[in-house]
């Protein structure tokens, strides 16, 4: 079992920067992939980032490519770094995690994570 919270979503202004946290308890954590999703308001949920709890290895998807960071820390919080945001970013950002084999497959389905947080809320103003 895994337990994910995400935090630091917020009304930011577009150009502005924005880092999220998702805390991730649980056991045997250095056994999963952490990956960072968004479901933007009529849209599908759509991966954005992911990252190996063992070696820290990255994958991105194409909406996370360039402005986006994902990083962890030494007690499994993940953070999402996004910079030069844009209305388009607005969405809900949900923390997902899955088997260590997930980040092999460098790409993000979502029957392949099992336990997901509650989401926190992003909105970029023009």
């Known amino acids: 079992q895994v337990q994910l919270v995400e935090s630091g979503g917020r009304l930011v202004q577009a150009g502005a920067s924005l880092r999220l946290s998702c805390a991730a308890s649980?056991?045997?954590?250095?056994?999963?992939?952490i990956g960072w999703f968004r479901q933007a308001p009529g849209k599908e949920r759509e991966g954005v980032a992911c990252?190996?709890?063992?070696?820290?290895?990255t994958v991105y998807a194409s909406s996370g490519k360039g402005r986006f960071t994902i990083s962890r820390d030494v007690k499994s919080t993940v953070y999402l770094q996004m910079n030069s945001l844009q209305p388009a970013d607005t969405a809900v950002y949900y923390c997902a995690a899955g088997p260590s084999r997930t980040i092999a497959l460098k790409r993000f389905i979502e029957d392949e994570y099992a336990y997901w947080g509650q989401g926190t809320q992003v909105t970029v103003s023009s």
């Open positions: 649980g056991d045997t954590l250095n056994s999963y992939t």
């Open positions: 990252i190996s709890l063992s070696d820290g290895s």
